[in-house]
């Protein structure tokens, strides 16, 4: 088997993403590859943060604007160094999650996508979609699911 030597793991700052993160700083430690840290995002200012607050209630963490982003990202790294991660690069992507994956998934020619579960197993995760489904179904690389959510 071909070893990876480039792989992208997305986060959004919540507790469940970081597990993927390590799980892929992990194996990119074993694997002696590039590990790309990837948080997408859009643009918001404090009102628009403060509205989807009140509306999403313990879906919120998914609201960010571009200054938490580089927070995100420091957390991102310091975990996936101290698991093992050597080569990380920190990448912050204006757009919706799956797209953006995607996309970096090409321009960085990575062999391994990294994603989390959360999502998989809920009613809206069901109707609209889930980044972990929606990735792995138009992925044309490999992508590893982390059970991060039980």
Do not use: W
Not at 66 to 83: C, H, N, Q, Y
């Amino acid at each position: 088997m071909t070893a990876y030597r480039t792989i992208v793991v997305g986060t959004d700052g919540s507790d469940s993403s970081y597990v993927a993160v390590e799980r892929a700083a992990a194996l990119a430690g074993d694997e002696g590859a590039t590990l790309y840290i990837a948080c997408a995002y859009f643009p918001t200012d404090d009102r628009d943060v403060a509205a989807a607050a009140d509306v999403l209630k313990d879906e919120a963490y998914q609201v960010r604007g571009s200054a938490p982003t580089s927070e995100i990202l420091r957390v991102a790294r310091d975990k996936a160094v101290a698991v093992g991660a050597v080569n990380v690069v920190e990448k912050a992507v204006v757009g919706e999650p799956v797209e953006s994956l995607l996309d970096l998934l090409k321009e960085v020619e990575a062999d391994l996508l990294v994603v989390g579960n959360r999502g998989l197993n809920t009613l809206a995760g069901r109707l609209l979609g889930s980044v972990p489904s929606d990735v792995a179904r138009k992925s044309r690389t490999d992508v590893l699911i982390v059970h991060t959510v039980r």
